[in-house]
């Protein structure tokens, strides 16, 4: 079981989590994607389980929290994708990318008479712990089927709007949905599969150019290479990057505008 | 086996660590509460120790290293308390927490004769390697009873002093122990069994006031209610947290008067 | 397996290493060093992996993806060191310190066609993923033998150079690796082994000298103790540290000159 919150690393809410994950099966096997989404960032957290899912084996339980809506009227529901990876999460917008990567084959809402920690009936803030970790462990280590999650769900999950990237004449119109933190690399929202269309070859150069809000911020020439090492050190380059989305870098350096 | 530290997650002391639980035992699971912890910060340790510890099964063992006075004449010890938990850690403070909450069944004072990783006698300031972890692998792969840790305690550990909530006719006086760093909302120590005695109802509004040494820097008043959702973004609240202890947010935002 | 990159742990990456080698065997068990290398620190990466690597048993398989030239001509390989730890990682000077210390066995160099990920041809950043978790995976599990990485490489591994410490008269001529982020402690690289030599016994006086460059920053007489609590709060003291190494400290400070 896969665990992807905004709870952060530096308190005990995470080992809470896992603690009942491990009470419901001590056989279970827990990992994480992170714990450092940005507070209440549904957006990120959306991106950053799509970033990493599939490459998760089939059946795969994945526990989502980001969840501002705690204890309000949200629905809580598994969602199973496609390819057989399975999505324990409030109902709010984080499976907006896997939903449309991987597919919906069948979303269920969780019963929370039989799937909630029965000791944590008082709990309003903490859901994360006494409902989708308790839930998620539940299905993950078999002790129920997915059936028994709850019933299904006929109506599909909350899904945040966004642009997607549009082809015109000789150029692709695309958004840049996250920054690369740890690099400073810019990622756009560009398929390679898109991106083909325009012709482009290795070795090739492209005009960019990158609008912050309505403002112009950068405006420039890249060769269109497979790897930063494809240019001198502290030039810039366009290269697709790990989830094969058209992306900008400089070569040991940080392609920071942001 | 569960970690909690102040080593940091930049380097290698925890993996250190680690690596020598998993050479006791190749078969053991190891888990963490967080290793962020601020350094040389027992009381903070002793509060999130006890925020996630009651909801590990029993017989979970926990290692506890926040050890100012590592290689001085401090005692080393394991604690199990009354729900069968098992603590392994310096005797400075870190379980006076659980102590109180979980109770305390015996304590053994760990012989580094028999549970010290024997080709490390010259190290006097990684314990939390050569002792800690190594004792506590130990105890949790069952290579030792815990009546092998070493000699009966017949004294309490050592406990943090601090001042317990207090209610007053109307009103009841708390601290609050610790920040919730990830959020930015306010934590007392009030449990919700001595909140009780107010005879407050949810949707009631309470008064609030905060002292920060000896000056007061928020007076307020606020509804009480389950959760953030119950008031309109932006605007305070007081609610039980996931600890059921009296706290203070703002609904998608911070209650910072850090 | 255990893993050692500078990928961060805010995003999707590392989950998508360990997405990939728990794919390979659902029995592996995945640990790690550190994720928060600064960016393109080999020299970093190559300390901490050698402060921990030495702790894990023989037959530990350690992933280090620290990368800048990846995609490039640089080889990647398996390591086996005398102590029969397996290192795989791209040969970029990762290796130097585990290789002085451990020793080399034998280094293969990884055969792409079998040990990479058969559908990830296309991507050139994230070898991480696709070439080095898979194919620590496939070793760590048992699906290969070391024989079948691929072909012996008959030539050392690239090795960064470095000022070995120095022996002079009565004193010793050392550099200082790597900074002890969490607690703000001095680490040198001068072994105990060559501090033996200036006949210097605990309680004794020593005199200090740091240079930052070429301009000196510290000078002082510290005594030489056990550990922190030998001296007062707040005094300084020399000592050896966890890897046996001659430091420096401030009992409950941080001896930061930074």
């Known amino acids: 079981m896969v665990f992807l919150t905004d709870y952060g690393t530096k308190e005990g809410a995470v080992a809470a989590m896992k603690g009942v994950a491990y009470g419901v099966d001590p056989s279970i096997v827990l990992f994480d994607i992170t714990h450092e989404i940005p507070a209440y960032n549904i957006w990120e957290a959306a991106y950053r389980l799509n970033q ?35 999505f324990v999460t409030p109902d709010n917008g984080t499976l907006t990318f896997v939903a449309e990567t991987m597919g919906i084959k069948s979303i269920r809402q969780i019963d929370e008479k039989i799937n909630r920690r029965s000791n944590s009936s008082v709990s309003y803030t903490f859901h994360g712990r006494d409902l989708y970790a308790y839930a998620g462990a539940r299905l993950a280590s078999g002790k129920i089927s997915f059936d028994e999650v709850g019933p299904l769900l006929m109506v599909p999950p909350v899904l945040l709007s966004y642009q997607h990237p549009q082809l015109k004449a000789d150029s692709i119109k695309g958004n840049i949905p996250v920054l ?48 930063f090492g494809g240019v001198a050190e502290g030039k810039a380059l366009g290269y697709m990057n790990s989830l094969m989305n058209f992306s900008l870098a400089i070569n040991m350096g940080s392609f920071s505008i942001y």
């Open 52 to 86: 990493s899912a599939s490459y998760w084996p089939a059946g795969t339980v994945f526990v989502v929290v980001v969840d501002p809506g705690v204890g309000t009227e949200r629905r809580s529901l598994i969602m199973e994708s496609n390819s057989d990876h399975y």
């Open 180 to 227: 690369d933190i740890q690099y400073g690399n810019i990622w756009t929202n560009i398929p390679d599969t898109l991106f083909k269309k325009l012709s482009v070859k290795t070795g090739d150069s492209i005009s960019v150019r990158i609008n912050k809000y309505f403002m112009l911020v950068y405006e420039g020439i890249v060769p269109y290479v497979n790897t």
